[in-house]
């Protein structure tokens, strides 16, 4: 498991009323005791900073504002959702979907290593004056409207392509669930990937993604001597694996204890992490990067993420 920032999901929610203090926290032990995830108590924070760093699932609260963060190892991002539900009154959903049918595709590890030696993904660069800041960087923006995970793809793509002149392909990996509303909370989430992204039209990538097959762990299902000599490679050619950008959208959410939410998933693959979901007929977007290790800061996560909101809005 790890704990480190870049594998964190996160999820906050600005409530209408201040939650009582108590009722919180008795909340907040009874689900981690259902859970049986490790003993934490709800903290005085603000922001996503908060529960970046902690225990595995941390709560934050500050005034009507509280923000839930875990790894991604114990928690999805619908599962997330599930976790507010529990704290709030209730009636916390989603239209989500989800690819539970879905077949997993054959053959990936070796065609990723392929891939990256011989065309590997573009990358958003925030230039060469940048100057990274610690940690994660995220930034937020609307969008009116429902804008879904095509819509998404296809405006993430249009911005790359253009950001890198159409020098390398663009690859866009999509983050989806297996939508349950019992049972524990667990990370069930899938892995599409989508590539050469920049040269379909949004009617294409939405056909692309129906079909996508379920991307499989790396060296899964290789031998015990492929799966090491994979790992090496992988390690090795870290810096080119990944995808231009992950697009995660928890759908169209009805949460009538909150007046905004905001979903952001982890960064750990490198990359920019685009985080949706639809409330009140209002698409609320996270952009999130890594500044230590791709030297972004607010202000230019900002200019990509105003340059999405504006494919969107054409």
């Known amino acids: 498991m790890s704990l480190t920032p870049t594998w964190r999901i996160l999820l906050r929610a600005r409530l209408h009323e201040v939650p009582d203090d108590a009722d919180l926290a008795a909340r907040w032990q009874a689900l981690l005791s259902a859970q049986q995830w490790p003993a934490s108590t709800p ?3 603000r922001g996503w900073d908060a529960v970046l760093t902690g225990p595995p699932v941390a709560l934050a ?23 507010l539900d529990a704290l709030v009154d209730g009636g916390v959903r989603t239209d989500a979907r989800g690819v539970a049918d879905r077949p997993t595709a054959s053959g990936t590890t070796s065609s990723r290593l392929r891939e990256v030696l011989r065309d590997p993904p573009a990358r958003l660069s925030p230039g060469p004056d940048a100057v990274a800041t610690a940690g994660e960087v995220i930034v937020e923006a609307d969008a009116p409207g429902h804008h879904g995970t095509a819509a998404l793809v296809h405006a993430v793509a ?8 159409g020098r390398r392909q663009v690859a866009v990996a999509v983050g989806a669930g297996r939508p349950t509303s019992d049972g524990p909370i667990h990370d069930d989430s899938a892995l599409l990937r989508l590539t050469g992204v920049e040269g379909l039209d949004a009617e294409a990538v939405a056909a692309a993604l129906r079909t996508a097959p379920i991307q499989p762990p790396p060296a899964a299902g290789a ?3 492929a799966e090491a000599l994979t790992r090496v490679a992988l390690r090795v050619l870290g810096p080119r694996l990944g995808s231009t950008f992950l697009v995660s959208h928890l759908g ?3 949460a009538p204890a909150a007046s905004d939410l905001r979903f952001s998933p982890a960064t750990g693959s490198g990359g920019l992490a685009l985080g949706a979901l639809t409330l009140d007929d209002v698409t609320r977007l996270t952009l999130r990067a ?10 230019r996560l900002d200019g990509v ?10």
């Open 305 to 314: 993420l105003a340059a999405i909101v504006a494919e969107l809005r054409a």
């Open 290 to 299: 890594s500044g230590p290790r791709h030297g972004w800061d607010a202000a």
């Open 223 to 225: 031998g015990v001597a």
């Open 158 to 165: 249009r911005v790359a392509a253009v950001r890198t002149g």
């Open 43 to 45: 903290i005085t924070g």
């Open 252 to 254: 169209r959410v009805g």
């Open 61 to 83: 609260r500050d005034g009507a504002e509280i923000t839930i963060g875990a790894v991604h190892d114990l928690v999805d991002g619908l599962g997330l959702l599930r976790i």
